[in-house]
């Protein structure tokens, strides 16, 4: 059974339209992260949360937010996307990071 | 200069082969290290954590060279499902965050 659970795994949004991405896991894990990875790049982690306490890593822009409304839901919202937010957005739980199987943002 | 820096690749190899990846790091903080394997269009899984004397998991083999800030991953008798992008990451002391590199693609020719 899967660990950590993405919803919607593809998602197509407008410019500039607001779009909230899902994550879920099972195992109730303290740690929960958001990543953000373009083609051929790193995954570049956006924020993570060690049970409510939220840590924003110094370079994610305004434009993403996150909310944990309990151990087992975290949400990525992105106020305005552009054209450069598209992406692979990943999901992972826990210190070694068991990654969920991501939702891909198409931007038109 | 990237934390993490990995020889982008590609590496083509026919089945059989022996192919190793070299990774190097840039911040002496960094206390532990790993391997993940990323297929084409998925997410990426944990393949080995890289211990201090070196490690070892049926065909794979890792090494660690803290005085050069460098590890590396061996993969003996590769297989067609070898074929990935293998990234080298690193967690700077106790952090709860992991850096990772841009991973080395693989391709495993039959």
């Known amino acids: 059974d899967a660990m950590v659970i993405q919803n919607p795994r593809y998602q197509v949004t407008q410019f500039g339209k607001p779009v909230t991405l899902s994550c879920s896991q099972t195992?109730?894990?303290?740690?929960m992260y958001w990543y953000q990875q373009k083609s051929s790049q790193a995954p570049k982690l956006l924020f993570h949360?060690?049970?409510?306490?939220?840590?924003n890593e110094a370079d994610t822009p305004d434009n993403f937010q996150s909310r944990r409304p309990n151990t087992s839901f975290c949400f990525l919202d992105i106020r305005s996307p552009g054209l450069g937010d598209a992406a692979m957005y990943l999901c992972?739980?826990?210190?070694?990071?068991?990654f969920g199987p991501g939702t891909r943002l198409t931007v038109t | 200069r990237k934390e993490v820096e990995q020889d982008p690749g590609p590496f083509n190899v026919p089945e059989g082969a022996t192919v190793a990846f070299n990774c190097t790091y840039s911040n002496s903080a960094s206390q532990s290290f790993f391997w993940y394997r990323q297929d084409c269009r998925k997410e990426p899984k944990l393949l080995m954590s890289v211990y201090s004397s070196g490690n070892e998991d049926g065909r794979f083999t890792t090494q660690l060279n803290r005085a050069s800030q460098y590890i590396s991953l061996l993969i003996r008798d590769s297989k067609l499902s070898d074929s990935a992008t293998y990234l080298c990451v690193v967690r700077r002391g106790s952090a709860r965050q992991l850096t990772f590199g841009s991973g080395t693609q693989l391709t495993v020719l039959p």
């Open positions: 949360y060690y049970d409510k306490d939220f840590n």
């Open positions: 195992l109730n894990h303290n740690v």
């Open positions: 992972a739980i826990g210190y070694e990071q068991y």
